[in-house]
């Protein structure tokens, strides 16, 4: 099973989502030649408990807040 630089940066993300410093949203994957042109790895939208959508970026249906099931 291969998996894309979006999940691995998706993963290593997550894992350090308890530190304080660390905003899920910021992050972004980039080509190696390429890294002026970045792609999003989570939802940017801001939910109504003031915290991001914890699906992936340019995701089809509603966004999901952290306290959802």
């Known amino acids: 099973m291969t998996s894309s630089p979006a999940d691995l ?27 002026h042109v970045r792609h999003w790895v989570f939802c940017d939208r801001i939910m109504s408990d003031r915290r991001r959508c914890r699906r992936k970026a340019d995701h089809g249906d509603a966004c999901l807040s952290v306290t959802d099931p």
């Open 9 to 35: 940066a998706r993963t290593l993300a997550r894992s350090l989502a308890s530190m304080p410093q660390v905003d899920l949203g910021g992050t972004t994957v980039s080509a190696e030649d390429a890294q």
